[in-house]
């Protein structure tokens, strides 16, 4: 239950990193402690990540920079 996504790479299943997403979901009215980020998709041909949680009022498409 936290806003962090663990990058792994799919070889050795090590984890290279996170994807801190604290704050995405600047909405008053959804509670983030309970309704918790929980959906996650990759677009392989598009190169960007689809991030919604539960009971979210939102889908956002993310591109990650290095």
Do not use: C, H, Q
Request: charged share 25%; no cysteine; net charge neutral.
């Amino acid at each position: 239950m936290t806003d962090l996504i663990a990058r792994i790479d799919p070889s050795t299943g090590k984890v290279l990193g996170y994807i801190d997403l604290k704050g995405i979901l600047n909405d008053p009215e959804t509670d983030t402690r309970v309704n918790v980020l929980n959906g996650i998709a990759f677009d392989k041909a598009g190169n960007r990540i689809f991030v919604t949680g539960k009971n979210w009022p939102k889908l956002f498409e993310i591109r990650l920079t290095e």
